[in-house]
């Protein structure tokens, strides 16, 4: 635990330094800043807060797709833990609330209607131009990898997928199955559709 403590000093000083001296490319951080937050997560304004960088969550995963931050979006979110769905999604277990010793992640029970009612990590969004589907070539790879069939996304005709925003919760199963390249479905993060509403308002 010192030696973790250790690093994360050292690397919040490195981290300043390099903001400091070179800025990162636009795009870089763009791209960095769509992740996902376990499911459970606070709402980003406190998490960094609340997340005492224990591991635990990364720990206890099954399907290993947690993540922790290094310096690249600065020290608040240093060693926080992130999931990019496209690398590993979440299969929705609900093991890191369970070990969560701080309320950064909360215990949601394995059943549908506390999953439903408290995992937001984001909403998916069908790109149509790019899903084969609605270019006339039956797929429904995203439909049959989604654990919430028909509450979550439901197939139309040609197996079009058809996401409800309701009910999504963002694990991101469908972006890590879609064939294609760029993916035709994505995960918009809720803290990123959060910062889209504050600025609209």
Do not use: W
């Amino acid at each position: 635990m010192h030696r973790r403590t250790f690093l994360r000093e050292l690397l919040s000083a490195a981290a300043a330094t390099v903001s400091l001296a070179v800025p990162l490319p636009s795009a870089a951080v763009t791209a960095s800043q769509r992740f996902l937050r376990p499911p459970g997560a606070a709402p980003e304004a406190d998490f960094a807060a609340l997340c005492i960088r224990c591991g635990q969550c990364a720990e206890v995963c099954p399907n290993r797709c947690i993540n922790f931050f290094g310096g690249e979006l600065g020290v608040a979110k240093l060693d926080t833990p992130y999931i990019v769905p496209r690398e590993q999604a979440c299969i929705l277990c609900m093991k890191c609330g369970e070990v969560c010793p701080t309320d950064a992640l909360r215990a949601i029970p394995r059943e549908l209607d506390a999953i439903l009612a408290g995992v937001r990590m984001g909403t998916a969004r069908v790109d149509e131009s790019l899903c084969l589907s609605y270019q006339g070539k039956t797929c429904g790879v995203c439909y049959r990898a989604c654990p919430l069939q028909d509450v979550a996304i439901r197939a139309g005709r040609l197996e079009q997928p058809i996401v409800s925003a309701e009910h999504c919760v963002g694990c991101g199963l469908c972006e890590r199955s879609c064939i294609q390249m760029p993916q035709a479905i994505r995960v918009i993060p809720d803290q990123q559709r959060a910062s889209t509403r504050q600025v609209a308002a």
